[in-house]
């Protein structure tokens, strides 16, 4: 198969090029190298790959490429919480016309094969058990809570402190940024698009991605980032709330293999399918801190509490439907993945610091 793979040069992309071509099929890398994530240059891991520097808004440049092409591995976006909504329109091209323009390019070229990145955000909160009302929404976590040390949702029924479960992939979509809204948006225009053109798309929906080549020194990077860049200049990892929010932290090989199946899988029955890649094996954010710190011989992290606007609580996956669909198990455990990425080779820092970046 020839793959073309859009955000090609960055985190997950570029790990998905390699995994491609260890397979035995082509991959064609499409990647604008845009200054907040690349600093406008080719990381060293492209060298070994075809590689396009193009916007994946560049309808023209997109005809060209997609040509013998078999299938689309779609990674590149703009991520993160961003500054505030005032960032919608940047998000909303990249993200959303960006995928619209990538979408009518695949139907004229008659490419009809797509995995998108997709992410855990588009649940907003995860999932929760009341023990009188069973599976409800949880109630909007309130600033004066949060203030107080009470971080737990509660249910909006009875006040109940609720039980965390995993997120399956039918829970309703609730995005709470600007980021995740994008991503619910992509999902539905890949859906339309399935079912218009006769497409076959498979959603990965990631949860907390790590390891090596990660974006180091950026708020886009995530926890484990965030945690090893301040233990590399010899600070404590600052973990906000008390630390026990819950996450799936996912190593980026196991991420690039389950793009590998979904690439190569047997078709969705109604064309589209949007499927949790996750360990499987939830952690708390206070956990990656202590391992990382453990591993690097740093300072024990401090607590700091306190929570950013569009932070969640929980969210932690079932891994069940990637199982049955792709025959995908992450293989990476969580504390051998930690205790490498201490040492894993990162992306330096981008040349324009955002609280968003396009990855690709």
């Given at each position: 198969?020839?793959?073309l793979?859009t955000?090609g040069?960055g985190?997950?992309?570029?790990?998905?090029?390699?995994?491609?071509?260890?397979?035995?099929?082509?991959?064609v890398?499409?990647?604008?190298?845009?200054p907040?994530?690349h600093?406008?240059?080719?990381?060293?891991?492209?060298?070994q790959?075809?590689?396009?520097?193009?916007?994946?808004?560049?309808a023209?440049?997109?005809?060209?490429?997609?040509?013998?092409?078999?299938?689309?591995?779609?990674?590149a976006?703009m991520?993160?919480?961003?500054?505030?909504?005032?960032?919608?329109?940047?998000?909303?091209?990249?993200?959303?016309?960006?995928t619209?323009?990538?979408?009518?390019?695949?139907?004229?070229?008659?490419?009809?094969?797509l995995?998108?990145?997709?992410?855990?955000?588009?649940?907003?909160?995860?999932?929760?058990?009341?023990?009188?009302?069973?599976?409800?929404?949880p109630?909007?976590?309130?600033?004066?809570?949060?203030?107080?040390?009470?971080?737990?949702?509660?249910c909006?029924?009875?006040?109940?402190?609720?039980t965390?479960?995993?997120?399956?992939?039918d829970?309703?979509?609730?995005p709470?940024s600007?980021?995740?809204?994008?991503?619910v948006?992509?999902?539905?225009?890949?859906?339309a698009w399935a079912?218009?053109?006769?497409?076959?798309?498979?959603?990965?929906?990631?949860h907390?991605?790590?390891?090596?080549?990660?974006?180091r020194?950026?708020p886009?990077?995530?926890v484990?980032?965030?945690?090893r860049?301040?233990?590399?200049?010899?600070h404590?990892?600052?973990?906000?709330?008390?630390?026990e929010?819950?996450?799936?932290?996912?190593?980026?090989?196991?991420?690039?293999?389950?793009?590998?199946?979904?690439?190569?899988?047997?078709?969705?029955?109604?064309?589209f399918?949007?499927l949790?890649v996750?360990?499987?094996?939830?952690?708390?954010v206070?956990?990656?801190?202590?391992?990382?710190?453990?591993?690097?011989?740093g300072p024990?992290?401090?607590?700091?509490?306190?929570?950013?606007?569009?932070?969640?609580?929980?969210?932690?996956?079932s891994?069940?439907?990637a199982?049955?669909?792709l025959?995908?198990?992450?293989?990476?455990?969580?504390a051998?993945?930690?205790?490498?990425?201490?040492?894993?080779?990162?992306?330096e820092?981008?040349?324009v610091t955002?609280?968003?970046?396009?990855?690709?």
């Amino acid at each position: 198969m020839r793959i073309l793979i859009t955000g090609g040069a960055g985190f997950i992309g570029s790990h998905v090029a390699d995994a491609v071509v260890a397979a035995g099929h082509e991959a064609v890398l499409l990647d604008a190298l845009l200054p907040q994530a690349h600093h406008g240059k080719p990381p060293p891991w492209t060298a070994q790959h075809q590689m396009v520097r193009a916007d994946v808004r560049d309808a023209g440049v997109l005809a060209g490429l997609l040509r013998g092409v078999d299938a689309v591995c779609h990674q590149a976006a703009m991520v993160g919480h961003g500054v505030d909504p005032s960032d919608a329109p940047l998000y909303a091209s990249h993200n959303d016309h960006g995928t619209a323009v990538l979408l009518a390019a695949m139907y004229a070229a008659k490419v009809r094969r797509l995995v998108l990145a997709s992410s855990m955000v588009v649940y907003g909160e995860g999932r929760y058990i009341c023990p009188e009302h069973a599976v409800v929404p949880p109630a909007a976590r309130r600033p004066e809570d949060i203030a107080a040390g009470r971080f737990d949702p509660t249910c909006p029924r009875c006040g109940t402190t609720l039980t965390p479960a995993l997120v399956p992939e039918d829970a309703p979509l609730r995005p709470r940024s600007i980021y995740a809204a994008t991503k619910v948006a992509q999902e539905h225009l890949a859906t339309a698009w399935a079912a218009q053109a006769g497409g076959a798309v498979y959603a990965l929906r990631y949860h907390n991605v790590y390891g090596p080549r990660m974006p180091r020194d950026t708020p886009y990077a995530g926890v484990a980032s965030i945690f090893r860049s301040a233990l590399a200049r010899g600070h404590a990892p600052r973990v906000l709330e008390d630390g026990e929010q819950r996450r799936d932290f996912v190593h980026v090989t196991d991420v690039a293999r389950a793009n590998l199946l979904a690439l190569t899988a047997p078709s969705p029955p109604e064309g589209f399918a949007a499927l949790n890649v996750c360990s499987g094996e939830p952690h708390t954010v206070g956990d990656m801190a202590r391992v990382l710190a453990a591993a690097l011989g740093g300072p024990e992290p401090i607590v700091v509490g306190g929570a950013r606007a569009a932070d969640v609580r929980h969210v932690m996956a079932s891994p069940e439907g990637a199982a049955q669909i792709l025959g995908f198990r992450a293989r990476v455990g969580f504390a051998e993945g930690v205790t490498a990425f201490a040492s894993d080779p990162l992306r330096e820092p981008s040349a324009v610091t955002t609280t968003s970046t396009v990855d690709g």
